[in-house]
């Protein structure tokens, strides 16, 4: 009797033995660019590529599992047929039989093939690949949690973290000198991109958020109208919009969705901007380190969120655009100031300043040094927290030799402030003449 369903079952586990090989080749392949386009173009296999970014000892357990599976399936196959064709040899001559041509079949067309295709073209594999892999990974799961979970177990006994390692200041200096010689960036750069990226893991998102007095927002009882030209007034990408008060956000408006829905989908534009804002929203607490914050923009392809305080109200905003600033230095676009919009010289030792100037800024241009304190970024903060309130028009406040002047304000914060420094002190404009 001639072995037909041992035969198929055989050329379906060397099937399945290629398509695990390649699929583990595919997705290690991949890089976090391409993994992120692969998440924005592909939503059904974006759930798979989350959890691989995320817990990637999960994924290659379910692909060696499964690969061990079909091989050791195949094996028992390929014995069952050579028993049958080569009936009239001994067995032990059958077995080799067997095990040569399995060897032979695993190699070429379940591993050294698909992994090479894999490797050279990552991208065509993997996306059949993981719509395949969404439908079979509910089998696998729980045997490979527990495979993982027993070798992260023994990696510990052993002595090892199942952390990964972390980049060192070393490694940070080389990179940054190697990118300098191939002319990546200016050697005046280095010294303050190294110490933008060392002290990057220790920033924490109030720091460098857009706080809610500076943010713009939308009332859920805008219309498509109104929206359309606040949006186009203030040359924002993305606004929040909030229901009764703004502690409670209830979207995120889109500029290119707004646009889409008046001018493709025919929407009335009386109709409320709620229709339209995107309900997924995402809040990180002040106090969470930007690196951190980083990660969930990564994983949720998010590029703004709400920042919120100890008690759940709404503190500001802030974008990965904010976050890439802290290491390659500003990233101007049609909203930015430059310093000559934050600053006003009125004679030699006199500079109108906006309240709103990051210390870091303040002390830059006017080559000065504030207190550092985590209750303050800004110079309108400084000074509020140095007397205690929001200080009316023409409140003079000295500190270190230097003369502060409110110009302008309101009971809720201050907008432009009169420095007045010694006349032995330049500023950076001054220093570069």
Not at 7 to 13: D, S
């Amino acid at each position: 009797m001639f072995p037909v369903y041992e035969i198929v079952g055989l050329l379906f586990c060397i099937i399945m033995s290629s398509y695990f090989s390649g699929t583990e080749t595919a997705i290690t392949a991949l890089s976090h660019m391409k993994i992120s386009i692969l998440k924005e173009n592909h939503p059904f296999i974006s759930p798979v590529l989350l959890k691989w970014e995320e817990n990637p000892g999960i994924i290659l357990s379910i692909l060696l599992i499964g690969n061990n599976i079909v091989n050791i399936f195949g094996t028992l196959l390929a014995g069952r047929i050579a028993f049958i064709v080569f009936s009239d040899f001994s067995r032990g001559m059958v077995d080799l039989i067997a095990g040569i041509t399995m060897t032979f079949f695993v190699l070429i067309f379940g591993e050294v093939t698909p992994k090479t295709f894999a490797k050279i073209n990552p991208e065509k594999w993997i996306i059949p690949a993981l719509f395949f892999f969404r439908l079979i990974d509910w089998i696998i799961m729980p045997f490979a949690i527990v495979l993982s979970k027993m070798a992260q177990f023994f990696v510990k006994i052993m002595g090892g973290n199942n952390k990964p390692s972390e980049i060192t200041q070393s490694e940070i200096e080389y990179i940054i000198e190697k990118s300098s010689t191939d002319g990546v960036f200016d050697q005046d750069d280095q010294g303050e991109l190294l110490s933008s990226v060392i002290e990057f893991k220790y920033t924490i998102v109030r720091e460098i958020m857009t706080p809610r007095t500076d943010t713009k927002f939308l009332s859920s009882n805008t219309t498509l109208q109104d929206a359309l030209d606040h949006v186009q007034e203030w040359g924002h990408s993305r606004v929040p919009v909030f229901k009764d008060n703004l502690d409670n956000i209830v979207g995120i408006l889109y500029v290119k969705d707004l646009i889409n829905f008046i001018i493709f989908e025919k929407h009335d534009l009386n109709e409320k901007v709620l229709s339209v804002a995107r309900k997924i929203i995402l809040y990180v607490p002040e106090t969470q380190k930007i690196n951190q914050t980083l990660k969930k923009f990564q994983q949720t392809r998010n590029h703004l969120a709400i920042v919120v305080d100890e008690f759940g109200g709404t503190s500001g905003i802030i974008t990965l655009e904010d976050i890439i600033e802290e290491i390659v230095g500003d990233i101007q676009d049609e909203t930015d100031q430059n310093y000559a919009d934050l600053f006003v010289r009125i004679d030699e030792n006199t500079v109108i300043a906006d309240a709103h100037i990051s210390i870091d800024e303040l002390e830059t241009y006017l080559k000065i040094t504030l207190p550092e304190s985590s209750d303050y970024s800004s110079l309108g903060g400084f000074i509020i927290n140095e007397i205690g309130i929001v200080p009316p028009v023409g409140y003079f406040l000295l500190h270190n030799g230097f003369s502060y002047i409110i110009s302008e304000s309101n009971e809720k914060q201050i907008s432009k402030v009169q420095i007045k420094f010694p006349a032995v002190h330049k500023s950076e404009d001054e220093c570069d003449q």
